[in-house]
C-alpha cells in the first residue's frame, strides 16, 4: 500500500518562529534601529518631543493632577480663565461637575446635576457658561450652576461659541442638528428665575452639531456629526459648506491668525464631546441627574483622524492624519501651531507648515479630552481618568525619552550602541526577559559612550533611555547590535506531498486514460526552526534491509527548500526510507552549528507495470492472475472491442490487497450490448503506482 500523502501541494513549513524586530531572519549579528516616528514611539515620552523625521527633541515637562475622585472619570472639555486658572467639564461617573485647576489643586467649581458638560464658554463680561447632555445651558459661578436657558426641542448641547462683538451665545445641538442662537444677557442682569431667549439661528441637514468657533472673519462656524460638514454661518438662516469631509464626524474647530481655520475630522464617527460618556436620555430630564437611555449619538470608536487647515480664502489642505485613531481634542497656540489630542493611546501630536508631524506628549490616560495652548496656562487633559497635566518647562533634567521593550526573540548579548545627537544626551540601557519590566529586569546601566559597548546583561528584551538635559538635545538614528543564542532546527516529519490536482491520484478514474508514469518521488519535510535561521538539507535514501546511506543528490547542491523531486527512475522497486539532515551552517560558524536527522517511515517505489502471469477465456468466463513487484494490484478492467469504455472487474477474494491478484468473471453482461462475436477483450490491470499493463484475448 502506498502511504498517505504528508503534505499539500505548495505548501510551506509550518514552524513557531519568534521574530526580533530589527530583521525577520536570525544570520548572526543583527541591529535593533530606531529610526522613525513608529519606532521611536510607544514607550514612554517625559518632557520630550519624536518628529516624523525621525529626532527625538527635547520638549515639554508635564506635570500631573488627578481630578476630585467625586468629579466624574472622563474629561470632555476645558476652558482656560484670564487669571491662568483652569475649568474642566467631566463626565460619568458622576459627572456633570465643574472643576476649577489652580495652584496645582483641582477643586469642584460647580454641580450642574446632569450626566456630563459637554462644552465651556466664557462670555465678553466674564460669564462662563456650561452645555449639558440635555435641553438646559447652564451659567455657573463658584459654587452654583442656573439654568440660563432651556432649548426647546432639543436633546443635548454639544457645544457653544460667543460672539466677542455682542455677547450672544451660539449653541451646537442635537438630535434636531441646529445652532441656537441665544440672546446676550451677563449675570447683573438676568434675575435668577429668568432664562434668555433663544432661537433657532441655522438648521444643518445632519442630526448633531459638535463643534462651533468663530473665525477670524467673524462668521461662525460649525462642524456636524452623521455626514461630517464644515458650514460657514454669516447670517440667521445664511449659511455655506466650507467642506464636505469623506468621514462623518467634524469633531472640533480652533481659528488659527490670519484668517485660518483648523478642524479634525473622524472618517469612523466619533462621538461627541464628553466621548465614553453616557450621554442624556432623549426628552426631557427629570429632577436631578439625567436618567440613564439611549446615547442620541454612538460612542467614538478608533478610527482614521484627520486635521484639516483652511487659509483665507477657505482651500482645504489635509495637514496630518492617522489611520490608527481618532481625533478628540484639538488647540491652536499664540504662534498659530495646532496641537491635536488622539482618543486612543493618550497622544498629544503637532504639525508644521512642511506636513512634518511630531508626538509631543504621550500620557497614560486612555484619551485626550481637552488642551489648552493660549493665556497663562499651557495644559494637556487626560481622560478616562481624568487628570490634568500642566506644561512646566521645556527640556530639563525630566526630560527622558524610554523605548518600547525591543524583542530580540531568543536570549540575545547586546553589543555596541550608536546614534546621532546634539546637547547633552546620556544615553543607558536594561534588559529582561519579559514583555514589560518588571523587578527581574536588570537596573538602568550607566550612560554609554557613542558607540560603546552595552553594559546589560544577555536578555531576550531591551529597553533603551535618553535623558535629555538641556533645550537643545536631540538624538536620532538610535542603533544597538545583538546576536541570539542559536537553537537548533529539528525535522519533525518526512514524507511524499500531494500530487497537483488533478492528477492527485495516480490511477485515473474507471474508464479514464492513465496519466504518464511519474518516476520522481516528490519529497516534504516539516520542521521546527525556533530561532528562524537559514536551513540548508543534505537528503539521502536506503532500501530496506540495507545499512548504506546513499545521496539523493549531489554533495555540492544547496537545499534551502524543506521539498525534493527525488528521481527514482534508476532504482530497483522496492520499500526506502529518506533521511533528511537539517543544519543551520549557513547561519552560524562552524563551532556553533547544529544538526538534527530524521527518517521517513517506508517509500514506495515502482516504476514498472505489474504482469499477466496467466490469462485466457474459457467460454465466456475469463481467469487471469497479474502479478506486481512491490503492489499491491489495484484494479483490474476489460474494454470490448476496441471501444474506450473500460468497466472494472472484482478479484476472486473481493478486495485488491496484494501484489498477486486473481480475476475469474462471467464477459456476459460485458458482451450483452454487442453483436454476436468472436470478441477482442483488452484486459488492464494497475499497481498503486499508477503503472498500467494491458492484455488482449479473444471471447465467443
Request: glycine share 12%.
Amino acid at each position: 500500500m502506498r502511504l498517505p500523502a504528508l503534505f499539500a501541494v505548495g505548501a510551506t513549513v509550518a514552524a513557531t518562529i519568534l521574530l526580533a524586530t530589527a530583521d525577520a531572519s536570525a544570520v548572526g549579528t543583527r541591529v535593533f534601529e530606531l529610526d522613525s516616528l513608529d519606532k521611536l514611539s510607544g514607550g514612554d515620552v517625559q518632557g520630550v518631543s519624536i518628529g516624523s523625521d525621525g529626532v527625538v527633541r527635547a520638549g515639554w515637562t508635564l506635570g500631573h493632577l488627578a481630578l476630585p475622585s467625586d468629579a466624574g472619570t472622563t474629561a470632555t472639555c476645558a476652558l482656560t480663565l484670564a487669571d491662568g486658572a483652569v475649568l474642566v467639564g467631566t463626565g460619568p461617573t458622576s459627572g456633570g461637575k465643574i472643576v476649577r485647576v489652580a495652584h496645582d489643586r483641582a477643586t469642584v467649581f460647580a454641580d450642574t446635576k446632569e450626566n456630563a458638560v459637554n462644552a465651556l464658554a466664557l462670555g465678553p463680561d466674564g460669564a462662563i457658561y456650561a452645555a449639558t447632555t440635555s435641553s438646559r445651558i447652564y451659567r455657573v459661578s463658584e459654587g452654583k450652576a442656573e439654568v440660563y436657558a432651556t432649548l426647546p426641542g432639543v436633546d443635548s448641547v454639544f457645544s457653544l461659541a460667543v460672539d466677542p462683538s455682542g455677547g450672544a451665545l451660539f449653541a451646537g445641538t442635537g438630535s434636531d442638528g441646529a445652532v441656537v442662537r441665544v440672546a446676550a444677557g451677563g449675570a447683573a442682569s438676568l434675575p435668577p428665575a429668568t432664562q434668555r431667549e433663544s432661537s433657532v439661528y441655522f438648521k444643518t441637514s445632519d442630526p448633531f452639531v459638535v463643534a462651533l468657533a468663530i473665525g477670524g472673519d467673524g462668521a461662525l462656524y460649525a462642524g456636524t456629526s452623521g455626514k461630517g460638514l464644515l458650514y460657514r454661518i454669516t447670517a440667521p438662516g445664511r449659511a455655506t459648506v466650507l467642506y464636505d469631509f469623506p468621514g462623518g464626524d467634524v469633531h472640533a474647530i480652533a481659528a488659527g491668525p490670519n484668517g485660518t481655520l483648523y478642524a479634525i475630522n473622524n472618517e469612523e464617527p466619533g462621538g461627541p464631546p464628553g466621548e465614553g460618556a453616557d450621554l442624556a436620555a432623549r426628552g426631557h430630564p427629570t429632577a436631578g441627574r439625567s436618567p440613564g437611555g439611549p446615547s442620541t449619538v454612538s460612542r467614538a470608536k478608533p478610527g482614521k483622524g484627520s486635521l484639516w487647515r483652511f487659509d483665507a480664502q477657505g482651500r482645504p489642505e489635509r495637514m496630518m492624519h492617522h489611520d490608527e485613531f481618532h481625533y478628540l481634542s484639538l488647540a491652536v497656540d499664540a504662534r498659530g501651531v495646532p496641537f491635536v489630542g488622539t482618543g486612543a493611546e493618550g497622544r498629544v501630536y503637532t504639525v508644521d507648515d512642511s506636513h512634518a508631524v511630531s508626538l509631543v506628549a504621550d500620557t497614560t490616560e486612555r484619551q485626550i479630552g481637552a488642551l489648552g495652548f493660549t493665556g497663562r496656562t499651557w495644559f494637556v487633559m487626560g481622560s478616562d481618568p481624568a487628570a490634568f497635566h500642566r506644561v512646566v518647562s521645556l527640556g530639563g533634567p525630566d526630560s527622558v525619552w524610554t523605548s518600547k521593550p525591543l524583542d530580540a526573540g531568543l536570549l540575545a548579548r547586546f553589543g555596541h550602541a550608536t546614534w546621532r545627537g546634539t546637547g547633552a544626551v546620556a544615553l543607558s540601557t536594561r534588559s529582561g526577559d519579559t514583555p514589560t519590566p518588571d523587578t527581574t529586569w536588570s537596573a538602568w546601566s550607566a550612560p554609554i559612550a557613542q558607540g560603546g559597548i552595552t553594559p546589560s546583561p544577555p536578555g531576550r528584551f531591551v529597553q533603551l533611555r535618553a535623558r535629555m538635559t538641556d533645550a537643545s538635545a536631540t538624538i536620532a538614528d538610535i542603533t544597538l547590535a545583538f546576536v541570539t543564542q542559536n537553537l537548533r532546527a529539528v525535522v519533525t516529519e518526512v514524507g511524499e506531498r500531494d500530487r497537483p490536482a488533478p492528477s492527485k491520484d495516480p490511477i485515473p478514474a474507471s474508464g479514464g486514460e492513465p496519466p504518464k508514469h511519474d518516476s520522481a518521488v516528490h519529497l516534504a519535510w516539516k520542521v521546527d526552526n525556533p530561532d528562524n535561521d537559514e536551513l540548508r538539507y543534505r537528503v539521502q535514501f536506503r532500501q530496506e534491509g540495507q545499512s548504506r546511506w546513499l545521496d539523493a543528490m549531489p554533495r555540492d547542491t544547496v537545499l534551502t527548500k524543506p521539498e525534493l523531486d527525488w528521481e527514482t527512475a534508476a532504482l530497483p522497486e522496492g520499500k526506502y526510507r529518506v533521511r533528511v539532515d537539517a543544519s543551520d551552517e549557513i547561519a552560524n560558524p562552524p563551532v556553533d552549528a547544529t544538526h538534527f536527522a530524521l527518517e521517513s517511515p517506508p517509500l514506495t517505489v515502482d516504476n514498472t507495470p505489474p504482469v499477466f502471469k496467466t490469462i485466457g477465456v474459457q467460454g465466456r468466463r475469463l481467469r487471469a492472475e497479474v502479478v506486481d513487484g512491490v503492489g499491491p494490484i489495484a484494479r483490474v478492467e476489460v474494454a470490448i472491442d476496441g471501444r474506450p469504455e473500460w468497466r472494472p472487474v472484482a478479484p476472486v477474494d473481493g478486495i485488491f490487497d496484494t501484489a498477486d491478484e486473481t480475476v475469474d468473471v462471467d464477459l456476459t453482461p460485458f458482451l450483452a450490448s454487442f453483436e454476436a462475436g468472436p470478441h477482442i477483450v483488452a484486459v488492464r490491470a494497475f499497481d498503486a503506482a499508477g503503472n498500467a499493463v494491458v492484455r488482449e484475448v479473444q471471447a465467443p
